[in-house]
């Protein structure tokens, strides 16, 4: 058993297609793209290597065969907003094997420890935290587009190594077919007949416009949730619009203004792996004509929340409530929506898990995030361990 590196076309070839033959039999796997794997090493396309780097590697038994993958990375920004200096894994994959799990794991603790990196935070994704984020450890279902899949005994190969939890990462199920709760739409049909609030929701044509109202509902709200946090960069939120464009709904991402200025966000994407999991990870022209006839079909009936935010004079002021009835609106025009998976939310964050429970809204599933001290003797610190409520939390994962 061994490593290689992954620097050509056939050691990526095997990084790509591990993950097929593991989850071969495994029906609630969606295969991702190939093309969107590999333009997340691409230094040309990913922003994140305008201020990171990113290695891969397979390991492979006696006979050749791939039997397990990684990657490991750093984000010199984010370097500075952390009390650890933590790099990341991801896009791990492995058979139920301790040794060959352990060996991708400590191939990538070396890489960022040479780097200058005192901890490894993972499984993560080398961009932005709406995609690959997390071990999935409750709720082993078919999951939401960017959403991650696993095994089940990849929570064993992680804790065993000696990651330790850093947060917790809930999402809710919404049935559009039951009705919500009465109070919820009155809070909600209130705070829409409120002098100086308006709704808008995303247009292609002003693009611009909403991304620097996204940057700035997010830095708002995560400044005052943590000191040490990282301003989003809008050259990667350009490249996440540019990743969904194909899926995106316009009417399904909704903006909130006081007086025209900016003050919440949310975004719905259809979700596309209902699709995707017919399509094998290739998008070749025979590909995008199914993906065109299934779309027409509306075989897509979920959509996910994919992120939200909003600035904290506003929080708990009812406005959460109003860009609801703005998408229950659209929803009513579309019927072919039957579900509406919210995530993910952080188990440091109870203001939006009391907003989802207040929908009327099940919890269904729950990712953990790791992270791995390279110095057993320091102190392990959760993320924001102050702000997590435990009472508050969904019970079905104790």
């Known amino acids: 058993m061994h490593i290689i590196s992954v620097e050509n076309r056939k050691s990526e070839s095997k990084f790509l297609d591990f993950p097929r033959k593991l989850y071969s039999n495994d029906p609630n796997y969606v295969v991702p793209f190939d093309g969107e794997i590999r333009?997340?090493?691409?230094?040309?396309?990913?922003?994140?290597?305008?201020?990171?780097?990113?290695?891969?590697?397979?390991?492979?038994?006696?006979?050749?065969?791939?039997?397990?993958?990684?990657?490991?990375?750093?984000?010199?920004?984010?370097?500075?907003?952390?009390?650890?200096?933590?790099?990341?894994?991801?896009?791990?994959?492995?058979?139920?094997?301790?040794?060959?799990?352990?060996?991708?794991?400590?191939?990538?603790?070396?890489?960022?420890?040479?780097?200058?990196?005192?901890?490894?935070?993972?499984?993560?994704?080398?961009?932005?935290?709406?995609?690959?984020?997390?071990?999935?450890?409750?709720?082993?279902?078919?999951?939401?587009?960017?959403?991650?899949?696993?095994?089940?005994?990849?929570?064993?190969?992680?804790?065993?190594?000696?990651?330790?939890?850093?947060?917790?990462?809930?999402?809710?199920?919404?049935?559009?077919?039951?009705?919500?709760?009465?109070?919820?739409?009155?809070?909600?049909?209130?705070?829409?007949?409120r002098d100086g609030?308006?709704?808008?929701?995303?247009?292609?044509?002003?693009?611009?416009?909403?991304?620097?109202?996204?940057?700035?509902?997010?830095?708002?709200?995560?400044?005052?949730?943590?000191?040490?946090?990282?301003?989003?960069?809008?050259?990667?939120?350009?490249?996440?619009?540019?990743?969904?464009?194909?899926?995106?709904?316009?009417?399904?991402?909704?903006?909130?203004?006081?007086?025209?200025?900016?003050?919440?966000?949310?975004?719905?994407?259809?979700?596309?792996n209902q699709i995707f999991q017919h399509l094998n990870g290739k998008l070749h022209l025979i590909n995008k004509l199914r993906f065109l006839n299934y779309k027409r079909k509306h075989t897509i009936t979920r959509a996910r929340g994919a992120a939200a935010g909003v600035i904290p004079k506003f929080q708990n002021s009812g406005v959460e409530s109003g860009i609801f009835y703005q998408l229950k609106q659209v929803m009513d025009r579309k019927p072919h929506y039957k579900q509406i998976e919210l995530s993910w939310v952080g188990d440091f964050n109870p203001k939006m898990i009391a907003l989802y429970k207040a929908t009327g809204a099940t919890h269904t599933k729950t990712h953990h995030t790791y992270r791995y001290l390279f110095d057993p003797n320091q102190t392990f610190q959760r993320f924001m361990e102050d702000a997590v409520d435990e009472s508050k939390l969904p019970p079905e994962i104790f």
């Not at 960017?146 to 065993?160: D, I, K």
């Open 197 to 272: 609030y308006s709704y808008r929701h995303f247009d292609y044509k002003l693009t611009s416009k909403f991304v620097d109202d996204t940057v700035a509902i997010y830095n708002l709200a995560w400044e005052s949730l943590k000191e040490d946090y990282t301003p989003m960069d809008p050259a990667s939120l350009y490249d996440e619009l540019r990743k969904v464009k194909a899926i995106m709904d316009p009417e399904l991402i909704w903006y909130a203004y006081k007086n025209n200025k900016p003050i919440a966000f949310f975004m719905l994407l259809p979700d596309a």
């Open 39 to 193: 333009k997340a090493f691409n230094r040309k396309v990913n922003p994140y290597f305008d201020h990171g780097d990113a290695v891969r590697w397979i390991v492979v038994n006696e006979k050749n065969q791939t039997i397990g993958r990684i990657a490991a990375f750093y984000d010199r920004d984010k370097d500075e907003a952390e009390t650890v200096k933590s790099g990341g894994c991801g896009f791990f994959e492995s058979i139920d094997d301790r040794q060959s799990a352990f060996l991708l794991f400590d191939t990538a603790k070396e890489w960022l420890r040479e780097n200058g990196y005192d901890a490894m935070t993972g499984p993560i994704n080398f961009g932005e935290s709406d995609t690959n984020w997390g071990c999935l450890i409750h709720g082993f279902v078919p999951q939401g587009i960017g959403m991650t899949y696993n095994l089940a005994y990849y929570r064993e190969l992680f804790e065993s190594y000696g990651f330790k939890l850093y947060y917790r990462q809930f999402s809710f199920h919404l049935d559009l077919d039951k009705p919500f709760p009465e109070r919820f739409w009155k809070i909600a049909e209130w705070i829409n007949n």
